[in-house]
């Protein structure tokens, strides 16, 4: 098999969720037999103090025969938290206009950044 017919049985058809610092792949794949399959794929960004980044991916695997079930769990899961909880996200830190200022000046959860260097004089000591 050639390696582009890998590739076009690879991306049959996909969606992307972007979601702050997550992205949500959904893809449909097929099996060697040809059947198709679905992937849902986390991928989370992490920034490092040097302003580097990498990416955690964790992914699920849903086959059409657990399909009815794992569509009704998700219904079902979805309408409890929305019935209980509302539209509405309650946490700050999850709003699109939230800024780290607005933590800074509550004082909640805020631990700042401290240098790696202090600069002292013996003499202080």
């Known amino acids: 098999m050639r390696e582009n017919d890998l590739l076009e049985k690879e991306e049959i058809f996909s969606k992307v969720l972007r979601a702050g610092r997550r992205t949500y792949f959904f893809d449909v794949r097929a099996t060697k037999a ?5 992937t849902i794929t986390e991928s989370k960004k992490f920034t490092e103090e040097d302003g580097s980044f990498h990416f955690k991916k964790h992914k699920i695997y849903l ?3 657990d399909f009815s ?3 009704e ?4 899961m979805t309408s409890y938290v929305l019935n209980h909880k509302g539209e509405e996200v309650i946490s700050e ?3 699109k206009d939230f800024k780290r200022e607005t933590l800074i000046e ?3 959860d805020f631990v700042p950044q401290t240098s790696t260097f202090t600069d002292i004089e013996f003499d202080d000591i």
């Not at 040809?34 to 679905?38: H, V």
């Not at 769990?73 to 079902?76: N, Q, T």
């Open 106 to 108: 509550k004082n909640e």
């Open 69 to 71: 079930a794992f569509a």
């Open 73 to 76: 769990i998700l219904g079902d």
């Open 34 to 38: 040809d059947d198709y399959y679905i």
């Open 63 to 65: 086959y059409k025969e």
């Open 93 to 95: 830190r999850h709003q």
